[in-house]
């Protein structure tokens, strides 16, 4: 077992926050841009570029927070030294 779990823990954690924002950008965006699909081609251009930023903001905030927080459990359980002898 190493010697450092606390930063193999905050490693995850992090890295897990990171990929879940990327992950919640790209899910958010695709849901949000379906709203604009039923206009004609050039309101459809104005509509996802006025839906885009709101989209990026929302998804990346619930993305990083739900990574941090699965990711700090996942390390923690890696990390996590059993207290029972045998």
Known sequence: MTKKPILICTFV????????GLMGVQITSMLHSQKCQNQAWGFQQICNTLVTPGAIWQGSIAGVWTGTILGAFVGGSITHKSSHRS
């Not at 954690?13 to 879940?20: E, I, N, P």
């Open 13 to 20: 954690a992090l890295s897990s926050g990171f990929f879940g």
